[in-house]
């Protein structure tokens, strides 16, 4: 978190009181302290949305956005599908390891976002190199060319099932899907909380893909988890 000045002191309570801890504040601390700087675009953009758009937790934030733009670097796609914008902050990211002609198509249900993606994503360098569409990432998936090299699914739990169904034929061979939230608090392992809808379709979202022959994958506990699968 980062000290926004004396004015700001509510705000940082505020924020303080939102935040998910995946780690103890220590160990939370140190690794940001030994990670690479959010870029200061990136750092605004964090700052905006923790003040004024609602549940800012979603956002992918600091050092799980290093770790997305490290894939992208090491991947260097051509062509990024992105399910769940936000606030653009997980878009910039990958669009740092695009290749020179390469873009991002990015998916989102909720227009009411438009205004922050207009005043950080498209006042960005990448700004060409990012496509925005709303609507309903299940029908408008199908209508995207293939040879996708990188996906990130961070939208409706509900359907993760859905969206790797639909995106898996796409993606070429050697090819990345991400998948966030899929420890979902730490809600997979507890039982108490496996009646619950997102709980429940994030738990089949797991088996369903580590059982999947098309892919091989690994649960990196980055954050609240991020699932790597690579297309065989």
Not at 137 to 148: F, Q, S, T, Y
Not at 190 to 202: M, R
Request: glycine share 6%; proline share 3%; aromatic share 10%.
């Amino acid at each position: 978190m980062r000290i926004l000045g004396e004015d700001n002191h509510l705000h940082i309570i505020f924020i303080k009181n939102l935040t998910m801890d995946f780690l103890p504040e220590e160990l939370e601390t140190y690794i940001k302290e030994h990670t690479q700087e959010e870029s200061e675009q990136l750092a605004e953009l964090n700052r905006e949305t923790w003040l004024k758009i609602m549940t800012p937790r979603m956002l992918s934030g600091h050092v799980q956005g290093r770790v997305l733009a490290t894939f992208s670097h090491m991947i260097q796609p051509k062509y990024v599908l992105e399910i769940g914008t936000y606030t653009g902050y997980s878009a910039l990211c990958f669009a740092e390891g695009l290749t020179k002609d390469g873009k991002i198509i990015t998916i989102d249900i909720n227009e009411e976002l438009r205004p922050i993606l207009d005043k950080y994503v498209f006042k960005s360098p990448y700004a060409d190199q990012i496509d925005f569409r709303i609507g309903d990432a299940i029908k408008i998936i199908p209508e995207l060319p293939d040879e996708i090299d990188l996906v990130f699914i961070d939208a409706d739990k509900s359907n993760y099932s859905n969206y790797f169904d639909l995106v898996i034929d796409k993606v070429r061979q050697g090819g990345y899907i991400l998948a966030d939230n899929v420890l979902w608090s730490g809600n997979v392992v507890d039982e108490s909380k496996f009646k619950d809808k997102s709980t429940a379709a994030i738990r089949a979202f797991n088996e369903k893909v580590h059982k999947d022959d098309r892919v091989e994958n690994v649960l990196f506990p980055v954050r609240d988890g991020i699932m790597v699968m690579r297309k065989l």
